[in-house]
């Protein structure tokens, strides 16, 4: 596998690695329950803000520029979920995925440690998820109150996020998170390149508009991660109020 494929690779999995300024210490312990609320409370702007704050290329950009590309990365992700629901005349993410000719695997691996990997879409043609996440994330369903713990519909927001990437894929010279360019430098040659963060801000605007969400799946960033490491839980939910400002 080649460095540019492994990296594609890693670009397309849903999954979240600890937060840049990440390490073992003291962090707020607020209660599952309250983290559920006070995230299902973000909205898309917020969540940009999230989102912008794990990008390579964050300092290139303007406050002002980051809530334009994320309004525009959200209703591109909104804009293909109808198109794609219309042309397969379904909302399952799976029954789309088997018209569009996509593998579904299970992997019972566990993915936790410093980076917990809920699923990831490989290309050409397969998405795979991990049992021990939706294992894990299922079991916090009463404590946190998260309707989006629900057996059936975290495994649909997962494979609809990887759909996303799969549709990304195939519409790679057309599809905004792939045409949206930010120039790195123009001397001697001029260098383009593609906001990363865009691609997953679509991706879960997607699976918000295919499913009927009411709470954004951002939210899953963090409490997936709680039954694997609570401290890197509350790390990821102190990123996010500091973010938003809650």
């Keep these: 596998m080649g460095k ?9 999995a ?8 990440y390490e073992e210490k003291g962090y707020p312990q607020a209660g599952l329950r309250e983290m559920a609320q006070t995230l299902s409370g973000t909205d898309a702007r917020q969540w940009g803000k999230y989102a912008f704050h794990r990008e390579p290329l964050e300092g290139k950009f303007t406050e002002e520029q980051k809530d334009a590309f994320t309004l525009r990365a959200n209703a591109c992700g909104k804009e293909w979920a109808k198109r794609i629901a219309g042309k397969y005349e379904s909302r399952s993410p799976r029954k789309i995925a ?12 566990s993915r ?16 795979t998820l991990f049992a021990d996440c939706i294992d894990r994330g299922c079991a916090l369903r009463e404590e946190s109150g998260c309707a989006l713990l629900e057996r059936e519909t975290l495994t649909d927001v997962l494979l609809a996020h ?19 360019k930010v120039e790195l430098w123009r001397k001697p040659f001029s260098n383009r390149s593609s906001i990363a963060c ?13 499913l009927g969400l009411e709470s954004s799946p951002y939210m899953l960033d963090v409490l997936l991660v709680y ?8 790390a990821l939910y102190d990123e996010v109020c500091a973010l938003v400002g809650k």
């Design 4 to 12: 540019k494929e492994k990296w594609k690779r890693l670009m397309d």
């Design 14 to 21: 849903f999954g979240r690695k600890a937060a840049p300024e």
């Design 98 to 109: 088997q018209k569009m000719g996509l593998k579904i695997r299970m992997d019972n691996t």
């Design 112 to 127: 936790g440690g410093a980076n917990v990997l809920f699923a990831q879409f490989v290309q050409p043609d397969e998405i």
């Design 162 to 180: 990887e759909l996303f990437h799969a549709v990304e894929e195939r519409n790679a010279e057309t599809i905004y998170t792939r045409t949206e």
């Design 198 to 210: 865009l691609s997953e801000i679509a991706a879960m605007a997607f699976a918000g508009r295919l």
């Design 227 to 234: 039954p694997y490491n609570k401290d890197m839980a509350w």
